[in-house]
């Protein structure tokens, strides 16, 4: 391990100890990885003693750090693997809220039994995300690209039609890209609107295997399609999902939230920061916030640049686009 090079008088040193050497394996991860990022993100020192660990650097550091170690090995201790990912989301959850308990953020599962997998929340947003959906029949999941907002919402439609909890999935998007030069793309309607959707394919196919996605598609219990196909229609025993919804008029906001039926649910997802609405063209997502917020039954649950769980570069674009903006 590096040694630290700035010896600054407020360098302190603590000792952290382990029980297991098995564990203590995964902890470090392999070449010792995981205490590597940490002495990167932290600009820290981490000793190796066999199962103790000499951390060296500030007082808030240390803290962070036992905590952090702390916790890990008990996500270990419940059979939870840990990767450099998870290492480096822990460090964004307790960097923001030392109390933070990751065993109740990591061990909340989403099971897909169709690929015998399960998709668990990698931030405090994420959870409180899962758990609206939930609880409550509409929930808005708002925020920037990378922070599974679509992903986690059809993690959970795709669970609760396989346990039987609804009968159908929508996913539904809006294809303002499109707009009025439908009639001049090639083929018929079907094969105009699909290139729209396709981000919604390829989330569904990451939850399921390809035939039995095309098997649930063609007999209409999976249904993709564009958001003006809404229109006329009542959703009951479904779980609903509107994608890219800050590309929705207020107009097909309206008409799309009135869908909802019985026994159904309906999650909003969108980034009010990157509407292709043309110039001057309202979007029907901050107009849905603006006036339901104070309807105690609809969730709004935010998301920021530090719950993007894409590759580590995608926070640094959103921090510079954020710089450019200001």
């Known amino acids: 391990m590096p040694k630290l090079l700035n010896k600054r008088e407020d360098i302190k040193t603590k000792r952290v100890t382990f029980d297991n050497n098995e564990l203590v394996r995964s902890l470090y991860g392999e070449r010792n990885g995981n205490l590597r990022l940490i002495e990167k993100r932290l600009n820290m020192t981490i000793n190796i003693r066999g199962n103790d660990l000499i951390l060296q650097g500030g007082l808030s550091e240390l803290e962070l750090v036992e905590n952090l170690l702390t916790q890990l090995y008990g996500l270990l201790k419940e059979g939870y693997p840990i990767y450099d990912r998870d290492v480096d989301y822990s460090l964004r959850i307790l960097g923001s809220n030392h109390k933070a308990e990751l065993k109740r953020i990591f061990l909340d599962r989403v099971y897909i039994p169709s690929k015998k997998r399960t998709i668990t929340p990698k931030s405090i947003n994420q959870k409180n995300y899962i758990d609206s959906i939930r609880k409550y029949d509409i929930v808005f999941g708002i925020g920037p690209a990378g922070t599974g907002k679509t992903y986690l919402a059809m993690a959970m439609a795709i669970s609760s039609l396989m346990k039987k909890e609804v009968s159908r999935v929508?996913?539904?998007?809006?294809?303002?890209?499109?707009?009025?030069?439908?009639?001049?793309?090639?083929?018929?309607?079907?094969?105009?609107?699909?290139?729209?959707?396709?981000?919604?394919?390829?989330?569904?196919?990451?939850?399921?295997?390809?035939?039995?996605?095309?098997?649930?598609?063609?007999?209409?219990?999976?249904?993709?399609?564009?958001l003006a196909f809404m229109r006329g229609r009542t959703l009951n025993d479904s779980f609903v999902i509107?994608?890219?919804?800050?590309?929705?008029?207020?107009?097909?906001?309206?008409?799309?939230?009135?869908?909802?039926?019985?026994?159904?649910?309906?999650?909003?997802?969108?980034?009010?920061?990157?509407?292709?609405?043309?110039?001057?063209?309202?979007?029907?997502?901050?107009?849905?916030?603006?006036?339901?917020?104070?309807?105690?039954?609809?969730?709004?649950?935010?998301?920021g640049k530090e719950d993007v769980v894409r590759h580590p570069l995608v926070q640094e674009v959103i921090d510079a686009y954020d710089k450019l903006d200001t």
Not at 198 to 226: K, T
Not at 266 to 292: F, H, M, N, S, Y
């Open 170 to 226: 929508v996913l539904a998007r809006p294809a303002v890209e499109a707009g009025e030069k439908l009639g001049f793309l090639p083929g018929n309607l079907y094969e105009k609107v699909n290139p729209y959707l396709r981000p919604l394919y390829d989330a569904l196919h990451d939850m399921m295997d390809f035939e039995s996605a095309s098997r649930f598609i063609q007999s209409g219990v999976i249904e993709v399609a564009p």
């Open 242 to 303: 509107l994608d890219e919804a800050q590309n929705a008029t207020p107009e097909q906001m309206k008409m799309f939230l009135t869908r909802l039926g019985f026994s159904s649910k309906t999650v909003i997802t969108g980034d009010i920061t990157q509407t292709d609405l043309p110039e001057g063209k309202a979007t029907g997502l901050i107009q849905a916030r603006d006036i339901l917020a104070h309807i105690t039954e609809i969730r709004f649950v935010y998301f």
